[in-house]
């Protein structure tokens, strides 16, 4: 079973940055569209960004994040990775990546705060 392991969250000021990675499991990395979501407290878990198959050449972003967020992928070392920048309040949450369709197993996510 594919499973993921995240990493890169940290405590931030307002308007900082962070990169966060995930690296995944298994032979069949490079087929699934992948994706990180978040899951803020007392909130659903959702889709911040997603990415392709493949090549990754299609991504797309949630409103909140479009223009501040970039999900990118490495498929040789089956890491995907979110570049976040221009980080607000409402950023702080858990941050997991799985596959886009039909996600695996859940990791443990890593934590991502954002605040003076």
């Known amino acids: 079973q594919v499973r993921f392991v995240e990493s890169g969250g940290a405590l931030v000021q307002p308007g900082g940055s962070l990169r966060l990675s995930c690296v995944g499991s298994?032979?069949?990395?490079?087929?699934?569209?992948m994706a990180w979501f978040r899951q803020a407290p007392e909130k659903q878990r959702e889709v911040v960004a997603d990415?392709?198959?493949?090549?990754?050449?299609?991504?797309s972003y949630s409103k909140s994040v479009k223009g501040r967020f970039t999900i990118s992928r490495d498929n040789v070392k089956k890491m995907l990775y979110l570049q976040m920048t221009g980080l607000e309040p409402e950023d702080t949450a858990v941050y997991y990546c799985n596959r886009r369709y039909g996600p695996g197993e859940w990791g443990q996510g890593t934590q991502v705060t954002v605040s003076s």
């Open positions: 298994g032979d069949y990395f490079a087929m699934y569209d």
């Open positions: 990415v392709s198959s493949g090549d990754g050449r299609r991504t």
